[in-house]
């Protein structure tokens, strides 16, 4: 039974549903040899192609997928490639078994933390759809010492160019007592603060433009949690883990409950 072009290749671990939208939008995927539009349906048995080339979209791909954590450094950007020559997330990757790596949302090169790969693009798009839910939560520390109505005003809700945002939490701590931060970063001088921040969406530097709209410049932010996925402690910055079986299972369900 033919399905939308987007979920077709997301299910094959071809690429989210977001990013073979954009393919359709660029021309560059083709059904029977004729430019794709989106809307259009296929099944695993037609000849849909990428660039001229044709995918592999039949029932003999091997069906396991895989999730990776990977700890992205400052001075990373979360893209294939960049104009500017800068080092990307995907090349300390290891090679998929099948398929091809999505990122998992992003993260601005001056952030570091947890970044989650799958092959899995249905999987993917449930965990970055906005209805999703999904919390985030981040290590983060500003130039300053900020007031309490600030903080009042970070979980009420900031109005930004691209709609109001706020805080689920916010919860004072030392990044002394987190190693992570530690690994990242050299140690926190008095003038500044650091707090725990969670919320449930991730707009572009959305962390950063809630504090600089109350008057505070991040200094650092690590992104420790996605869902029910922590950083792990020994992962240092660099460095990848392939998720188990039980965590997998875990942000699966967290996915199908958003």
Same mark, same amino acid.
């Given at each position: ?135 985030? /939560?981040?290590?983060?520390?500003? *130039?300053? +010492?900020?007031?309490?109505?600030? %903080?009042? =005003?970070? &979980? #009420? ?59 505070? /410049?991040?200094?650092?932010?690590? *992104?420790? +949690?996605?869902?029910?996925?922590? %950083?792990? =402690?020994? &992962? #240092? ?22």
């Amino acid at each position: 039974m033919s399905v939308r072009l987007q979920k077709l290749l997301a299910a094959a671990g071809l690429g989210s549903r977001r990013q073979v939208e954009q393919w359709i939008v660029e021309g560059r995927l083709t059904v029977a040899g004729r430019v794709a539009k989106l809307g259009d349906r296929a099944d695993a048995g037609d000849e849909v192609c990428l660039d001229g080339r044709r995918l592999e979209l039949g029932p003999q791909r091997p069906a396991p997928h895989q999730v990776l954590l990977y700890h992205k450094p400052v001075g990373e950007v979360t893209t294939r490639r960049d104009p500017q020559g800068r080092p990307t997330v995907f090349e300390r990757l290891p090679a998929p078994e099948h398929g091809r790596w999505i990122v998992v949302g992003r993260l601005d090169v001056n952030t570091s933390g947890l970044l989650i790969f799958t092959t899995d693009g249905e999987l993917a798009h449930r965990l970055m759809h906005p209805s999703s839910g999904i919390e985030r /939560e981040y290590l983060v520390r500003v *130039r300053g +010492r900020p007031d309490q109505e600030s %903080l009042r =005003r970070l &979980l #009420r809700g900031i109005p930004l160019e691209d709609g109001s945002a706020a805080f689920d939490r916010i919860v004072e701590a030392s990044p002394q007592s987190d190693d992570r931060a530690q690994r990242s970063a050299p140690s926190a001088e008095s003038s500044n603060a650091s707090y725990r921040v969670v919320l449930h969406e991730g707009r572009n530097r959305e962390v950063r433009r809630m504090w600089e709209a109350v008057g505070y /410049e991040v200094s650092r932010l690590l *992104r420790i +949690r996605f869902g029910p996925i922590e %950083l792990p =402690r020994d &992962l #240092r910055p660099g460095q990848w883990r392939v998720l188990d079986v039980r965590l997998t299972a875990q942000l699966a369900a967290a996915a199908k409950a958003a």
